[in-house]
């Protein structure tokens, strides 16, 4: 059997596990971990609330199910805030990130994901940054509650390819990220999502089980990049490359 028939009858094998077991299960795991760090965030602390995120993360990859190899967790420092820049392939990547990458940080989301049920709410209690593209005035008022919240050791992390490529081939980056970790002096932790775009396909719950990595580079010191945004840019993108498979 070639590659492409194993991968057309993994796919249809696997549709009633998704839909009569995963299905009902992701809608309860979201459920109760959202309710979960909202309640950890509004009694103990958000950073609090952010470990029942990591929770609900690494269950849905259990339950996909999802192997994720890890490398270069020794490039984190504990205590220091980074922004995170990373590939981003498909739907799935918050699973991985969230789950498996061994550092508190925060997202930049849209604001329009503050409506969604229950996640939207969780997502705003924890911390995480929604971000108003409508103006300038409101992309400043996002810089100003980063800078608040990026702080012992609590890092923001943002895709700046800006949207999902579905495959190993980069988009072309946005400046923001870069533009953040220059404004508030902060190191960029590069970071490669493998395979991503093997398990989640392009539709709705489109799901196959399978693997996945996770690749932490080291840091990217900005200091010398001060008056070379583009230079930055170049320096990460070539790095989270590096670690692509070439499929």
């Given at each position: 059997?070639?590659?492409?028939?194993?991968?057309?009858?993994?796919?249809?094998?696997?549709q009633p596990y998704k839909w009569l077991i995963f299905m009902p299960l992701m809608l309860v795991n979201?459920?109760?971990?959202?309710?979960?760090?909202?309640?950890?965030?509004?009694?103990?602390?958000?950073?609090?609330?952010?470990?029942?995120?990591?929770?609900?993360?690494?269950?849905?990859?259990?339950?996909?199910?999802?192997?994720?190899k890890v490398k270069g967790q020794n490039n984190i420092s504990e205590k220091k805030s980074y922004v995170?820049?990373?590939?981003?392939?498909?739907?799935?990547?918050?699973?991985?990130?969230?789950?498996?990458?061994?550092?508190?940080?925060?997202?930049?989301?849209?604001?329009?994901?503050?409506?969604?049920?229950?996640?939207?709410?969780?997502?705003?209690?924890?911390?995480?940054?929604?971000?108003?593209?409508?103006?300038?005035?409101?992309?400043?008022?996002?810089?100003?509650?980063?800078?608040?919240?990026?702080?012992?050791?609590?890092?923001?992390?943002?895709?700046?390819?800006?949207?999902?490529?579905?495959?190993?081939?980069?988009?072309?980056?946005?400046?923001?990220?870069?533009?953040?970790?220059?404004?508030?002096?902060?190191?960029?932790?590069?970071?490669?999502?493998?395979?991503?775009?093997?398990?989640?396909?392009?539709?709705?719950?489109?799901?196959?089980?399978?693997?996945?990595?996770?690749?932490?580079?080291?840091?990217?010191?900005?200091?010398?990049?001060?008056?070379?945004?583009?230079?930055?840019?170049?320096?990460?993108?070539?790095?989270?490359?590096?670690?692509?498979?070439s499929d």
């Open positions: 059997m070639d590659e492409k028939s194993f991968v057309a009858w993994k796919f249809w094998l696997y979201s459920i109760v971990f959202a309710l979960l760090a909202i309640i950890m965030s509004l009694c103990v602390s958000p950073r609090a609330g952010s470990l029942m995120g990591k929770t609900w993360a690494l269950i849905t990859c259990w339950l996909t199910p999802v192997s994720v995170i820049v990373s590939n981003h392939q498909t739907g799935f990547d918050i699973f991985l990130l969230y789950g498996y990458l061994p550092i508190d940080f925060k997202w930049v989301m849209k604001k329009e994901l503050r409506k969604l049920p229950f996640i939207g709410l969780a997502s705003e209690k924890v911390g995480h940054i929604f971000i108003d593209r409508s103006s300038p005035r409101a992309a400043v008022q996002t810089l100003e509650e980063a800078k608040r919240k990026l702080v012992n050791g609590t890092s923001v992390l943002i895709f700046p390819e800006g949207t999902r490529s579905r495959n190993n081939q980069m988009r072309p980056f946005k400046k923001g990220a870069f533009k953040l970790a220059l404004d508030l002096d902060l190191d960029i932790l590069p970071v490669t999502i493998q395979n991503s775009h093997k398990i989640k396909r392009a539709g709705f719950m489109n799901l196959v089980p399978g693997n996945a990595g996770l690749v932490v580079h080291p840091m990217i010191k900005t200091g010398g990049f001060k008056d070379d945004i583009s230079g930055l840019m170049i320096k990460a993108r070539q790095v989270i490359e590096s670690e692509l498979p």
